[in-house]
T-cell receptor, first 113, second 116 residues
Framework: GDSVTQMEGPVTLSEEAFLTINCTYT??????LFWYVQYPGEGLQLLLK?????DKGSNKGFEATYRKETTSFHLEKGSVQVSDSAVYFC????????????FGTGTSLTVIP | DARVTQTPRDKVTEMGQEVTMRCQPI?????VFWYRQTMKQGLELLAY????????DSGMPKDRFSAEMPDATLATLKIQPSEPRDSAVYFC??????????????FGEGSRLTVL
């Protein structure tokens, strides 16, 4: 079945450091891929998405490229800020599996000044 | 400002009591998902609906959990009787589907349940 595997945390970085959070997926069809972010005490909110191979999603300085050949959708940011401290979830949706959304386990990021 | 509204935000109850959580999806959205979040299991899908019809509730313990959509503006998740292991944050999310998956899910702020 479909699934998402993302790198385990927690991740602690200094401000302005480069961020990569790895995400790989397994899907039977042609999924759409997402990164969601959850700030403390809040629900998840969409950070970026890509709907087909080679698409790049970007938002707020974050980027991720849909790589079909490596079944990956790694999240990157060139220079993190303290305000980026949150939990990041990789997710996919796939029409072949009843239109569900599958979420990874989440990666906690803490950025220290 | 369209948003998913969940009530209650926090609930503390005793084992054996009935708990009902409510969700108002964004107006016009036709898909509603219920998730449970714990440190141990992460995000677990409990149930989802499209056009008020349940499409999948296989993630839900059937003996004590039930999910319904009495109308398009209200989704409910009920636990009866509640147990300490049900302690978690329960999220509702809604989206717009035109046959396939929603293009995006919008999450509520969650209902934090503590069962003593």
């Amino acid at each position: 079945g479909d699934s998402v595997t993302q790198m385990e945390g927690p991740v602690t970085l200094s401000e302005e450091a480069f961020l990569t959070i790895n995400c790989t997926y397994t899907a039977t069809g042609y999924p759409s891929l997402f990164w969601y972010v959850q700030y403390p005490g809040e629900g998840l909110q969409l950070l970026l998405k890509a709907t087909k191979a080679d698409d790049k999603g970007s938002n707020k300085g974050f980027e991720a490229t849909y790589r079909k050949e490596t079944t990956s959708f790694h999240l990157e940011k060139g220079s993190v800020q303290v305000s980026d401290s949150a939990v990041y979830f990789c997710a996919l949706s796939d029409t072949n599996t009843g239109n569900q959304f599958y979420f990874g386990t989440g990666t906690s990021l803490t950025v220290i000044p | 400002d369209a948003r998913v509204t969940q009530t209650p935000r926090d609930k503390v109850t005793e084992m054996g009591q009935e708990v009902t959580m409510r969700c108002q999806p964004i107006l016009g959205h036709n898909t509603v998902f219920w998730y449970r979040q714990t440190m141990k299991q992460g995000l677990e899908l409990l149930a989802y609906f499209r056009n008020r019809a349940p499409l999948d509730d296989s993630g839900m313990p059937k003996d004590r959990f039930s999910a319904e959509m009495p109308d398009a503006t209200l989704a409910t998740l009920k636990i009866q009787p509640s147990e300490p292991r049900d302690s978690a944050v329960y999220f509702c999310a809604s989206g717009l589907s035109s046959g396939g998956p929603p293009g995006e899910l919008f999450f509520g702020e969650g209902s934090r349940l503590t069962v003593l």
